[in-house]
C-alpha cells in the first residue's frame, strides 16, 4: 500500500490551500462573525471544483474520495463550521442523488449542484429519528402527479439556504421498518414549505434549521430510487459521508492541536517555553501520535472507497477514532491559550464546541460502535 499523497492531489491541495489563504480567509472571519454563511461561499468551493462531485454527460461522478478527505481536512483546520456546510451540501444532498437519483433528476440539477449554484441538504432526523434512523414519522401520500408530503425535519445543516432538500418520509406505514420510508428531493421553494433557523454555537457559521412541510406537492419523478427503500438509501449516504466528516473532524483536531503547539513554543512560563515542560511535551507525543492514527484509519477508508470496495467498517473506525482524538486535542488546545480560550473571538474558541458537533453527525460515538462490533461479529459467526 503506497502512504504517500499521489503528486497531483499534492498539487491541487496547494492550489486548495491558496484559495483558503487568499480572499477566502477574510470572508470567513466576517462570517464567522456574522454567525451566517451566505451563498456567495458555495458558488465559491464550486467554482474552485472543491466539492466531491462532477458531471459527465449529465450524470454525477464522483471525485477520490482520498481528494475530497483532504479538501474537508484543510477546510476545517481553518473552520469546521464552514466545512461542515460544504459536507452538508456534496456528501448528504448530492450524495443521494448521485447514488439513488433517476439520470433524469441528474441531468437536470447536476450542474447547479457542482457548480454551488443551487444549494442542497438532506433531512432525516425528527423527535423520535435520530439514532434510531428508521423511526421517523413524516408522510408521503400518493396523490394525482405525484406525492403530498407532510411533516418535520429537527437538525437540517443548510436548510436556511438550501434549494433542494433529499428527506426521508413514510410512504407505507403498514410496511416493516425496513420497507415504510422512502426518498425524495424537495424543492424547498414549494408552497407549504416552512424554515425556521435555530440557534446553535457549534458549527459556526453554518446554520441549523427546522423544516416543516405542510402538504408539499412533490413531483412523481422526484421520488429517488424505488418506494420503501429509503431506509436503505439514507443509511448508504450516512456511511459514504461518514468518510468525509471523519476528515473534518480530523482537520478540527490537526487545526486546534497546530495553534496550540504554536502557543507552547512561543509562551514562556518560570523562565522556559511551556513546550519544554516534560508534561506538556508528553502530551503535545500523544496528541500527535492519535491524529496521526485517525489520518491513516482514514485513509484506509478512502482508499477501499476508491476501489470500490466494502468500507462500512473503515468508515466508522475513521470518525470513531478522528471524533476520540478530536474531543481530546481541541480540550486540551483551549487549556494551552488559558482564559484568553472563552472570548468568543479567539480562534482557539471554536474548536472544543465544533469537535462536540462532530461526535454527533452521521452517527454517535455508540453508534459508530455498534457498526464496528457488528462488522468484526461476522468474523466470528
Known amino acids: 500500500m503506497e502512504f504517500s499523497i499521489p503528486r497531483h492531489l499534492t498539487a491541487e491541495m496547494e492550489g486548495f490551500r491558496e484559495f483558503l489563504q487568499g480572499p477566502m480567509s477574510s470572508r470567513l472571519s466576517d462570517w464567522h462573525r456574522q454567525g451566517e454563511l451566505p451563498r456567495e461561499f458555495f458558488e465559491q468551493m464550486g467554482g474552485g471544483g472543491w466539492y466531491g462531485f462532477d458531471v459527465s454527460e449529465g450524470r454525477w461522478a464522483r471525485r477520490p474520495a482520498l481528494r475530497e478527505a483532504l479538501v474537508a481536512e484543510e477546510l476545517a483546520r481553518i473552520s469546521p463550521g464552514a466545512a461542515i456546510a460544504a459536507l452538508a451540501h456534496a456528501d448528504l444532498g448530492m450524495m443521494g442523488v448521485c447514488l439513488f437519483g433517476s439520470e433524469g433528476l441528474q441531468r437536470r440539477y447536476g450542474p447547479g449542484a457542482v457548480s454551488g449554484r443551487t444549494v442542497m441538504c438532506l433531512g432525516n432526523t425528527e423527535g423520535l429519528a435520530g439514532s434510531d434512523v428508521a423511526a421517523v414519522a413524516a408522510r408521503a401520500v400518493p396523490v394525482s402527479g405525484g406525492w403530498r408530503l407532510s411533516g418535520t425535519k429537527s437538525y437540517v445543516t443548510n436548510g436556511a439556504v438550501?434549494?433542494?432538500?433529499?428527506?426521508?418520509?413514510?410512504?407505507?406505514?403498514?410496511?416493516?421498518?425496513?420497507?415504510?420510508?422512502?426518498?425524495?428531493?424537495?424543492?424547498?421553494?414549494?408552497?407549504?414549505?416552512?424554515?425556521?433557523?435555530?440557534?446553535?454555537?457549534?458549527?459556526?457559521?453554518?446554520?441549523?434549521?427546522?423544516?416543516?412541510?405542510?402538504?408539499v406537492l412533490v413531483p412523481e419523478d422526484h421520488l429517488i430510487g424505488p418506494r420503501g427503500r429509503g431506509l436503505q438509501q439514507v443509511l448508504s449516504v450516512f456511511t459514504h459521508s461518514r468518510v468525509a466528516i471523519a476528515a473534518l473532524t480530523l482537520?478540527?483536531?490537526?487545526?486546534?492541536?497546530?495553534?496550540?503547539?504554536?502557543?507552547?513554543?512561543?509562551?514562556?512560563?518560570?523562565?522556559?517555553?511551556?513546550?519544554?515542560?516534560?508534561?506538556?511535551?508528553f502530551e503535545i507525543a500523544d496528541l500527535h501520535a492519535g491524529i496521526e492514527a485517525a489520518r491513516l484509519m482514514l485513509w484506509k477508508a478512502c482508499w477501499k472507497v476508491d476501489r470500490g470496495a466494502e468500507f462500512r467498517e473503515e468508515a466508522s473506525l475513521a470518525k470513531y477514532l478522528a471524533v476520540d482524538i478530536a474531543r481530546k486535542t481541541a480540550a486540551w488546545s483551549a487549556d494551552m491559550f488559558g482564559a484568553a480560550s472563552v472570548?468568543?473571538?479567539?480562534?482557539?474558541?471554536?474548536?472544543?464546541?465544533?469537535?462536540?458537533?462532530?461526535?454527533?453527525?452521521?452517527g454517535t460515538q455508540d453508534v459508530q460502535k455498534l457498526i464496528i462490533f457488528r462488522e468484526v461479529m461476522k468474523r466470528y459467526r
Open 343 to 362: 472570548m468568543r473571538d479567539h480562534p482557539i474558541h471554536k474548536f472544543p464546541m465544533d469537535a462536540w458537533g462532530s461526535s454527533l453527525g452521521e
Open 162 to 215: 438550501a434549494d433542494l432538500a433529499v428527506v426521508t418520509a413514510v410512504t407505507d406505514a403498514e410496511a416493516s421498518r425496513s420497507s415504510r420510508v422512502s426518498m425524495f428531493l424537495v424543492d424547498l421553494g414549494s408552497e407549504g414549505v416552512r424554515r425556521t433557523r435555530l440557534s446553535k454555537q457549534v458549527w459556526v457559521p453554518s446554520d441549523l434549521t427546522r423544516l416543516e412541510f405542510q402538504d
Open 251 to 281: 482537520g478540527t483536531a490537526a487545526g486546534a492541536f497546530d495553534l496550540a503547539v504554536k502557543r507552547a513554543v512561543k509562551r514562556t512560563a518560570f523562565g522556559r517555553p511551556i513546550a519544554d515542560f516534560q508534561a506538556k511535551s
